[in-house]
Structures are given as C-alpha cells and as structure tokens.
C-alpha cells in the first residue's frame, strides 16, 4: 500500500499514521486471490500466492502458486495486527527473503482531502531497538501544534535494515519453510504509545490464527446490536440486515467520555457529527435505544457555551462535527468542534422525545432536562436569523460551512433559474424538525408536570406550522419550496428535503397527499429511489453529490414520512426500490449515496464514486426502513406496542423478531404476510406488554 499520492492508509484521530504498508516476497508483490471481511469489519484477509520467484542463493525457479500466503490484519482498541502466514505446497523445503516496508508522512485528514497548508511540522529521526527477538522502529512527527505523534512498528521476528529514513523504513528476514509447512510472522502497530503486545490480553506472539479468529468472534458478540434477531423468508434480506448492524458497530467508537458514538462514515468521516449520529440513533429505534442514549449524552456534553464566529459555536447549539487532528487543534480548520449545522439541535430534542416514548427513562429525561432547555432557547433565539420565527443560518466562520443542513454543499440551495440563494438562509425541513422538536418538547414537559411549559411550547408549535404553510407551500404547483432566501423569497425548487417535512408531519394532510405524489412522481423517482432534486429542475445532476443524487437515509426518513401520514402504496413503490439497491449491490450493502440516473432493466446504480461505505446512517437506513413497514410505535403513555398497518412487500412474506426490548418488557414476534393483510403474532414475552395491531 503506497498511499502518499491517494488517500489509502491508517487513521489515528484524523492523522494518517501509516501511508506506506507493503511486503514483498523475494523482490515480488504476491498475486491476490481473494479478500474477506470478518466480523465487525475490523479483520481483513487476504489470501495470496506467489508469481514465478528466483531461487535464492542458487540457479532455478519457485514455480508460481507454490506458496499460499494469508495476511490477517486486524484493528482492534486503537491497535493494528496482522499475521502473514506462508504455506510451502512444493515437496522440498524454500527459503524467502520477506521484506517489509513501511512509511507515514502524518499527514492530517483534511491535508490528505486536499485542503492547502502553507506549511507543516516536521519529521523527526526514526528510532530503533531490539528486544526479545523481534525489532521496534519508531517513526515520529512533531507538529505545528507541539504534539509529536508516533507510529511504533513491532515486528515479532528477527529483521535487518535496508533503509530506515524519517518517512520510509524497509527491513528484511530470511524465513525456511520445510514442505508441506507454515511459517508465520506478526507485527504489531500502535499509535502514539507503545504497544503491550497482549491481543484481548494475551500475548500476541503466542496466539495463533485460530486461536486469534476465536478471540475476535467472542468479541464480536459484545456488539451491543446484537441482542436483536430479525430473519425474514429472504436470504437477500437477511444478509442487508446483519451487514448494516456489522457497518454500526464497526463505526460506533467509545469516547473519552466512556459513552458509545457512531462515527458517520469511512473514510472521509470517521469522527464524530451531531446530524449524523442523531439521525443513525433515531433509525435504530426501537430495535436498540442504547445508541440514542450515547449519542444523546455526547451532544448535550458538547452543547455551545459561547459565541465564536470562528467555530459558528452559540449557546445551547449542538455541533455538527469533531475532529482531533493537527490542523484543528491549530485552528486552521474550525472543526474542534464545529457548530455550523442549523438542524442538530432540533434534531436531538426530536431524538429525545422519541427515546423517552420508547424507554420511559425518566431519570434520563431530568438529567438531560436543562440541556434541552437551552437547545430549545437556541432554537427560540439565535437560530432565528431574520427576526421572522423562522429556524435559519448565516456562517460566520471564515472557513466554515456556507450551507448547514444536511445537503451541505456550497451549491445545494438554488432558486429555480440555478442562482444560488443568499443568506441567511430558512430550510424547509429545518422548519419542520423545529416544529416536531417543540411538539415533543411540549408531550416532555406535560410528562414531568410542567404543563405551563407544555401547553407554550405546542401553541409556539402550531403558529409555526402556520407561518410555514404560508410562505414554504407553494400553493400554485403544490409542492413545498426547499427554502427562504436572505430576502425572504422562495426558492421554488422540487426537492427531496419536502419529504423531511411528511417526517416533521408539519403539512396537512392534503398538503402531504401532494408532497407524496411529488417525491413519487418520475421526476424525482429514480427507480431506485428519491433523487435529492427532480431531474427538470435547472440545477439537476444525477453525478452531483445534492443536486440529483440518491440518498438513502433520506429516502429512510421519506418512507417514515410516508408511514405517519398513511401513504402505503407510496411506501410499499419506495422499499422496493431499496431492495433493488440491495439486489444489485456486490456486497448487500446500501452506500452513502449513487447517482440520480433512472433505473433501466437490471442495470444497478450508477455508484457515486466517492461514497462512504460503511456509512452510519446508510447502514441505519434499513432499520427505520424496517420500522416503517411494520407500522410500529409507542406512546408515554401507554404500554402498546401498536403495528399501524404493518406492510410486507411480495419481497418478505414472514418476518420473525427476537429479543425485542423496551421499558420493562422484551417480546418475540411473528409478521406473516398474507391476501388479507400483514398479521403480527406474539410468540413470547415478559414484562406488562399488549401488542395493538391497527388495519386501515
């Protein structure tokens, strides 16, 4: 792996700690053969064999396919293993000169991504040293922001030194391997501290490949995802299922904090972002409230406290994105955090409201109480831009976001003739979170006997609904506007963002009858699904990464729109454009986005090129697809578990759920597609559980 030139390699807290990864085999690269995940994502393996091979020290040639070499490399609590197994399939003994090399530069993420940096800190000298047989070398940064970072090689074997520079170090050993026999060397690779040299506590250099794989499933069961089981009659489904709960739990880390967040997506965004993980925690309700737990603790921690128009940090403001590197912690970039995001903070009281529904966690509901009190002062206060009661944005920071919903793109608010809008800007579904986030905050107050609160915050609910109508419905072609510009005026595009509004159930229901033939119709349904804008609207482009892509957590959060107002068939026409996805997908995998072309025959997606996979709210997306379907809800004040006209498409006729729990109860369930409907039957339960099932 030679990476300085591309954005491949290992990241340590935004800083890539290794560019250069390679092992070649007397003078050759092996020839791959095939690679697989395993368990949570963390271990890859590749199997591979050798081309044609001089003989070393004598005339002749190791005749290709002689060798099987495996590589296991393994991340496991912020460190790096890999065994390199090499079986000799030949009838007489061989001897491979094994080289090793290895470089970082400790290039920052954002250096990586392509932001200029008039200048950078410095490599210091590499280091080495022996011990027990085996050699340490140390590569090491100091940077702009005095912290020297630190790449500790660890190679479990003997080596010798071709090369040791403060960027690039190249070593070799020599290793016999009788006929018929295995040879295997392990390295161990940490970052910024040395390595114990324990896997899961026990001696690395002692474990072998079984051994090692036996310890990395027991592991595995630790994900908290997994106390959930949903197995349906579609192996293709099945696969979807536990590839998304894989993709979670290999992108939820453990803060300092100690609460588990997760990270948005790899590569580009693996950090943490408040949008990101507020909506993935919100899909896994109610299969998992453990997440919306961690995620809400983190953000309520990391609420504004002052303003920096540097940070676009307010009080009571949730952020939007952390990062840890050089170029943050130096403030060249403004991500320590950074706040420039108008919707998080709506978006954790909706998150809120939905986790106390679901758990009833009332002393977690005190505790958070006064953090969301100030997030909802924000949303009362600074978030209103122009004085009009509308929730709006205008960055302030010099190298911020100039958009800060979650179609984040400079160019993704445009009018209908392409202009670009002008600040501060007022978002369609921004109104909308604002308006569910006071509606839940007022059903919260009511719940802790504060009803003086509650009945303020629904009617400031409802007079925003009625702003709303009458300036974002666009009563002419009935659609709603993405958006107010800085003068007030609508940018009068069809966009998917009005599907966020069916989600905020901010329209009426006629109003929504309309957004839902809209989003359905064929300019803006792809096949596959939503497109982020109709493809006859000016700025439409299907390769674009807003303008006409396909998102699908958007599309998730549509169908879920489309489930509390009723719209099934709507429902039903949009999940079977996500089982396509997963059809045609190689890997059973929904990506971060594809492009918006229209869906011919069995052609799959265009792939957008650059999309994150695995991808938090990606990955999460099937599980709020899953909850829309089924219909399924709770209330504060009730102990039902109602199915409101649960679907299954003719791709699922059963769907069995185990381990489903919530409050003081846990219940296993049976949905049995059948001519007359979807029947759900109780198999098993504990706790005071009674399960509704609601047909229109």
């Known amino acids: 792996m030679y990476s300085h030139a591309s954005e491949l390699g290992i990241y340590f807290n935004d800083t890539r700690f290794i560019g250069v990864w390679e092992m070649t085999f007397n003078g050759a690269a092996p020839v791959s053969l095939a690679k697989e995940l395993r368990f949570s994502g963390n271990t890859a393996v590749f199997s591979m064999t050798n081309p044609d091979l001089p003989r070393l020290g004598e005339s002749g040639r190791i ?23 090499v079986k000799n399939f030949d009838d007489r003994e061989h001897t491979l000169q094994v080289e090793q090399w290895v470089g970082s530069r400790f290039d920052d993420v954002f250096e990586v991504r392509g932001f200029p940096r008039p200048r950078r800190g410095k490599m210091l000298a590499a280091e080495e040293s022996s011990k027990d047989g085996g050699l340490t070398t140390i590569l090491q940064y100091e940077g702009l922001d005095a912290q020297i970072r630190r790449t500790f090689i660890h190679r479990l074997f003997p080596a010798e030194k071709i090369r040791v520079s403060p960027s690039l170090t190249g070593h070799f050993t020599r290793i016999s391997i009788p006929s018929k026999s ?69 992108l939820l880390t453990r803060e300092e904090s100690g609460v588990l967040y997760p990270y948005a997506g790899i590569p580009w965004f693996s950090a943490p972002f408040g949008r990101d993980g507020l909506i993935t925690a919100f899909q896994l309700l109610p299969w998992n409230s453990s997440l919306a737990q961690g995620v809400l603790q983190y953000v309520f921690e990391t609420l504004g406290t002052k303003f920096d128009a540097f940070t676009d940090e307010q009080p009571g403001k949730a952020f939007h994105e952390m990062r840890r590197g050089e170029m943050s ?22 998150l809120l409201h939905e986790y106390i529904r679901w758990t009833m966690d009332l002393g ?7 953090f969301a009190l100030r997030a909802l002062d924000w949303i009362d206060t600074s978030a209103d831009t122009n004085g009009d009661g509308f929730v709006g944005y205008a960055m302030q920071s010099t190298s911020g976001l100039v958009n800060q919903g979650w179609k984040d793109s400079g160019d993704s608010v445009m009018h209908r003739d392409g202009r670009l809008a002008e600040v501060p800007i007022r978002l369609c579904e921004a109104q909308g979170y604002a308006f569910r986030a006071r509606m839940g905050m007022s059903a919260l107050a009511r ?64 109003q929504a009858r309309d957004v839902a033939e809209h ?18 609207e000016t700025a439409y482009n299907p390769l674009s990464y807003h303008n006409g892509s396909v998102w699908p957590h958007d599309n998730s959060i549509i169908m879920e729109g489309l489930r509390l107002y009723g719209f099934q068939k709507e429902l039903e026409k949009l999940a079977l454009g996500t089982y396509a996805v997963l059809e045609s997908s190689d890997d059973f995998r929904l990506p971060e986005l594809f492009c ?87 198999t098993r339960k504990t706790g005071p559980l009674r399960v509704l099932t609601v047909k229109r």
């Open 596 to 682: 918006g072309f229209r869906r011919r025959g069995s052609e799959p997606p265009v792939p957008y090129q650059v999309a994150c996979k695995p991808q938090a709210w990606a990955a999460g997306s099937i599980f709020l697809m899953l909850k829309s379907m089924l219909g399924v809800s709770m209330e504060t004040d009730q102990n039902y578990l109602v199915f409101n006209s649960p679907l299954l498409t003719d791709k699922i006729s059963t769907m069995e759920i185990k381990g489903l729990q919530c409050r003081d109860w846990e219940a296993d369930l049976i949905l049995r597609r059948g001519r007359s409907g979807t029947t759900v039957e109780v």
């Open 447 to 510: 719940l802790l006997g504060d009803d003086v609160l509650a009945s303020r915050l629904r009617l400031d609910a409802l007079k925003l609904r009625a702003r709303f109508q009458e300036q974002f419905w666009n009563a002419e072609e009935r659609f709603v506007h993405l958006a107010l510009d800085g003068k007030s005026r609508p940018c009068a595009v069809r966009t998917s963002n009005m599907g966020h509004c069916l989600w905020a159930q901010i329209l009426t229901g006629e």
């Open 364 to 370: 977690q509901l005190r505790k958070w109480w006064p």
């Open 329 to 350: 912690r130096t403030r060249e970039v403004p991500f320590i955090p950074y706040y420039g995001s108008v919707d998080s903070t709506p978006l954790a009281l909706i």
């Open 182 to 250: 295995t040879v295997a060397l392990k390295t161990i690779v940490s970052f910024d501290k040395p390595s114990e040299g324990k896997l899961m506590g026990r001696p690395y250099a002692q474990i072998s490949v079984p051994e090692k794989m036996e310890i990395l499933a027991r592991d595995y069961l630790v994900n908290p995802l997994l106390g959930l089981s949903i197995i349906t009659d579609n192996a293709l489904v099945n696969k979807s299922i536990e590839n998304a709960r894989r993709d979670i739990f290999t």
């Open 63 to 85: 005749r290709r396919d002689t060798f099987l070499i495996r590589r296991i490399l393994t991340l496991q609590q912020d460190t790096f293993y890999e065994t390199v197994e």
């Open 519 to 536: 989003l359905l119709s064929d300019a803006m349904f792809s096949g596959f699904g939503i497109r982020t804008l109709a493809d006859t």
